[in-house]
């Protein structure tokens, strides 16, 4: 079983639908990372966060530390958003843990 | 602008050969990495560089070397002795060590096995 797991691993939404990745975790962490990798390979960081909400734009990630889960929302969704998110963790014993991704695909 | 860059985008390689991922930043960040990632997998460390002259190997090590004999380039080696080396290889930077600072990745290099 990953340390880190997403869901869903696919999503496809409509032009201005909201849409909510998962992610979960069994290890003990100090951040969460919120990736972005493109259809061309290339990854983008969009968020570290070690508590609460954070907002760019019209994404947004909240954590619950208790429940060692994360969300990342995005509102009012367009096809430029179409994407592989990955959700990963890091640990002050240096360790990063990765999720496999949740390929998104919005539909104009 | 600063930024990551890796080359070749594609590399194709024969049986037996070694070849060599270029990594480049001019982000002056101090910590370096090298990740492979195959389809349905999350990304995998292979080695991570601290600082200059000195490296340390991720979870998938073998079959891969590195150097880092400039802060700015950290140079990938695919040995022969990898024995499934076609996957997507992916560098990545960051200020320091990365616990808890955010990486900056590369656009990366796919290889492939002719």
């Known amino acids: 079983k990953n340390e880190v797991e997403q869901s869903p691993q696919n999503l496809t939404a409509q032009e201005g639908e909201f849409i909510t990745i998962n992610c979960s975790y069994s290890?003990?962490?100090?951040?969460l990372h919120w990736l972005q990798q493109h259809p061309g390979g290339g990854i983008v960081s969009l968020f570290m966060l070690s508590s609460g909400k954070k907002k760019h734009g019209r994404l947004i990630a909240t954590i619950n530390i208790q429940e060692k889960h994360s969300s990342l929302h995005i509102t009012a969704s367009h096809p430029r958003d179409s994407a592989v998110y990955i959700c990963a963790g890091t640990n002050t014993g240096n360790q990063f843990y990765f999720g496999t991704g949740t390929s998104l695909t919005v539909i104009p | 602008d600063g930024g990551i860059t890796q080359s070749p985008k594609y590399l194709f390689r024969k049986e037996g050969q070694n070849v060599t991922l270029s990594c480049e930043q001019n982000l002056n960040h101090d910590a370096m990495y090298w990740y492979r990632q195959d389809p349905g997998q999350g990304l995998r460390l292979i080695y991570y560089s601290q600082i200059v002259n000195d490296f340390q190997k991720g979870d998938i090590a073998e079959g891969y070397s590195v150097s880092r004999e400039k802060k700015e380039s950290f140079p990938l080696t695919v040995t022969s002795a990898q024995k499934n080396p076609t996957a997507f290889y992916l560098c990545?930077?960051?200020?320091?060590?990365?616990?808890?600072?955010?990486?900056?990745f590369g656009d990366g290099t796919r290889l492939s096995i002719l």
């Open positions: 290890v003990g962490i100090s951040a």
């Open positions: 990545a930077s960051s200020i320091e060590d990365r616990v808890n600072q955010p990486q900056h």
